[in-house]
């Protein structure tokens, strides 16, 4: 995402039981607000194919059945948050910033979920050349 395209959004209560602020895109504040603002009982902002609020079996479900379909390795969801993590450190972002953005009270808990690949290594060493 370019710079300068999230806008600030408070995120209710996580498990930590701290409130946090995560950047979001214009078009999801736009979105988000709007559910907010109508406050109808059945507003939802994701859905399942009846309009209900999917379960984690769903979902996991549909995430199983994209990966078979495009012939990816299984992952799990939860994966998801490792790979967030450590695409925001290859993009250049501190680990005090993934860390805040994760939701993570300790950074050794961020280090855990950031992982480096062999073009990181390849990277790394590269940067050798100069000296």
Known sequence: MPAGRARSAQVL????????????VPEL????????????????????????????????????????????????????????????VRGGASLEAVRLLAGHSDLCVTQLYVHATGGDLRDAIATLEGN
């Open 13 to 24: 209560t996580p498990k930590s039981g701290h409130e946090r602020v995560v950047p979001i």
């Open 29 to 88: 504040a736009t979105l988000l607000t709007e559910a907010v603002r109508c406050k109808l009982p059945a507003a939802r902002v994701v859905v399942d194919e009846h309009g209900g609020t999917p379960t984690r079996q769903g979902l996991l479900a549909r995430l199983k059945a994209l990966q078979r379909r495009h012939q990816l390795p299984s992952r799990s969801v939860h994966s998801l948050r490792h790979y967030f993590c450590s695409a925001l």
